[in-house]
């Protein structure tokens, strides 16, 4: 089955340290999601892209967090500083045109002390 | 302000009951509602996609129920398993590519 490949699982990291967190979206996918996934905020969307350019990251602080596609099968997103509300599970989910049919990758727990 | 509500919180079954998860919605306009699974510590899982002009769909032992007109969403599982214990979240999709998650209904089965 094809599937959306994020990398790392896990990542422990102190506050103030950068974190990259890398998605590898399901070959042919034109739109690619963060969400970040807490107890208390649930799914929050943080940004999404669509032929590899950014369409919306109004969720996303902007002082610290970045999201990029350099290139159609790879998205990062970067935490510069991180900081321990940080800490959560954060998603890549890509899909065809639209937003009919995501695909969830299995997420990257972090964890910032 | 697009929502979207799910009940209950929690629901705990025995092993081979059936049981509905709700899911109610303001988004507007509207394009799609989606029904996860999630295993606790893995990515959601999709179970159902339905559009407005459909208003069932079935997938295994999961049948998901959609009225556009009053704007809310069940899932039903029948005959549980064990393995049914997860989070199921119901997500509504408007346009341009905005989504509306709920915030899920915790099943646990019981053997």
């Known amino acids: 089955d094809a599937r959306v490949t994020q990398t790392p699982r896990h990542k422990v990291t102190e506050m103030g340290q950068e974190v990259t967190m890398r998605c590898q979206p399901i070959l042919g996918h034109n739109t690619v999601f963060w969400y970040r996934q807490t107890m208390m905020q649930g799914l929050e969307l943080l940004a999404y892209?669509?032929?590899?350019?950014?369409?919306?990251d109004s969720g996303m602080p902007k002082d610290r967090f970045s999201a990029e596609m350099p290139d159609a099968t790879l998205a990062t997103l970067k935490i510069q500083p991180s900081e321990p509300r940080d800490s959560a599970v954060y998603f890549c989910a890509s899909a065809t045109d639209g937003n009919y049919g995501y695909t969830f990758g299995s997420g990257t727990r972090l964890t910032v002390v | 302000k697009n929502q979207v509500e799910q009940s209950p919180q929690s629901l705990i079954i025995l092993e081979g009951k059936n049981c509905t998860l709700q899911c109610n919605y303001t988004v507007s306009p509207f394009s799609n509602l989606r029904w996860y699974k999630q295993d606790t510590g893995r990515g959601p899982v999709s179970l159902t996609i339905m559009t407005f002009s459909e208003n069932t769909k079935s997938n295994g032992r999961y049948t998901a129920t959609l009225d556009a007109d009053t704007k809310q969403s069940s899932l039903h599982i029948t005959a549980s398993q064990l393995s049914d214990s997860a989070s199921y979240i119901c997500?509504?999709?408007?346009?341009?590519?905005?989504?509306?998650f709920g915030d899920g209904t915790t099943l646990t089965v019981k053997p």
């Open positions: 892209f669509r032929n590899r350019a950014p369409l919306d």
């Open positions: 997500v509504v999709s408007g346009d341009a590519g905005k989504s509306t």
